[in-house]
């Protein structure tokens, strides 16, 4: 069955990091509801990556002794 992945792209001694995994069918996107509620799911998880890459950026750039930015 098809998926959806959300995966974050972390730095290079950082593993990469699956935030969200959903599966999906053709016939779910006959709902508009199921349609409405993935794709404020899929926002969620995007935010959620969002959040994760930066604070790695950020921690990557403090063990070096750099400042964030």
């Given at each position: 069955?098809?998926?959806?992945l959300?995966?974050?792209e972390?730095?290079e001694?950082?593993?990469?990091?699956?935030?969200?995994?959903?599966?999906?069918?053709?016939?779910?996107?006959?709902?508009?509801?199921?349609?409405?509620?993935?794709?404020?799911?899929?926002?969620?998880?995007?935010?959620?990556?969002?959040?994760?890459?930066?604070?790695?950026?950020?921690?990557?750039?403090?063990?070096?002794?750099?400042?964030?930015?």
């Amino acid at each position: 069955m098809p998926q959806i992945l959300i995966v974050t792209e972390s730095a290079e001694e950082a593993p990469d990091t699956v935030v969200y995994r959903e599966r999906v069918a053709p016939s779910d996107f006959e709902s508009p509801h199921f349609t409405d509620q993935l794709s404020e799911r899929v926002g969620w998880a995007v935010s959620d990556a969002d959040e994760i890459e930066q604070s790695s950026d950020e921690e990557t750039a403090a063990s070096r002794g750099a400042a964030p930015g």
